[in-house]
């Protein structure tokens, strides 16, 4: 008997992952409810990932596999590329070196059907040197009234775990390719700022998250910080149209943007936690405590006032690391012994 085929076609951008793309495909070739069109954007990798995508053809059928080659452009183009060649309704997302369990299709295709949503996605298992750990997205979800105010802060739904509308993407542009990190942050953002935006996340761990050295927030930690701070003010004006005040949802984002970098490298704290305060400086000295735009006489006074405040968290690091300062001082022969 034929397999039921859902009108979904998967997007995975591939990046060198000739070692991985089989066990991504694999993991799609054994979901219960088999997605119909599977599409993989080789972005100019320098192994034979091309050939592993195509040797799983037959495991996958009666699914159309397609197999496309490009330059490199980055995650963002891949997965635009693939975007303008599917032909389903329906879009998820996997990336090369990830993995689906069994039933992800099946569940998300349920819940997108019952509720009409414009985006589900749920839990993860993220694949970890002591085993699986599940990851509870579902939580922050739930967190507060707004579910989006949820997502502008701490962003807490995982590519691998999306389904979503193509006409949705489309219309907003699909991913921007001129940023380097977060894209799909940005573009979950993009499809789901207007108030009538219907999304849900469902407490399930139905994909397997494998870290990838390369691509981590440690080895790409200033640029991801240079595009989660663009994409915290892109959003402003959807803040403002849910009547959220700007200047603490903005800062509350900054300070998570930061913190992650913290964890990620610990030895940079210091420096990460000055930037954190020039950057808040910035977003108060533009924006009032009401979201709207501050008056020029009243930017001068919080430049001044913020100008203090920077001053005040400087003598107080002083102070703290005094001990420091005075044996550089004595190195130097300043110390007035």
Known sequence: MPRELAPVSVVIPAYNAEASIGRALESIAMQTLLPAEVIVVDDGSRDATVDAARAMQAGLEPARLVVITQSNGGAGAARNRAIAEATQPYLAFL???????????ARSMDIMRDGDFVLVAHDYLDR??????????????????????SLYLKGYIPSIS?????????????????LRNAQDFDLWLKLLAAPGARFTL???????????????????????????????LRYVPALQQRHVPVLPAVCRRLFYVYLEAMRAKPAGSLGFGLRLIADAVAVSVRYGFGGAAMTPRFQ???????????????AGYAAQYRSYFGLILRALGLDGA
């Not at 080895?219 to 989660?228: K, L």
């Not at 001068?300 to 400087?314: E, K």
């Open 95 to 105: 990336d090369a070196d990830d993995e689906w369990l069994p039933e992800k299709m």
């Open 128 to 149: 970890t040197p002591a085993g699986d750990v599940h990851v509870d997205c579902r939580r922050r979800f739930e967190e507060g009234d707004d579910p989006f105010l």
């Open 162 to 178: 999306v389904v979503t509308r193509s006409s949705a993407v489309i219309a907003c542009g699909g991913f921007d390719e001129t």
């Open 202 to 232: 469902f407490g399930e761990a139905l994909a397997r998250y494998h870290h990838d050295a390369a691509n981590s927030i440690m080895s790409h930690t200033e640029r991801r910080i240079a595009c989660c701070r663009e994409i915290a």
């Open 300 to 314: 001068t006074v919080a430049a001044v006032l913020s100008g203090l405040w920077i001053f005040g968290v400087l």
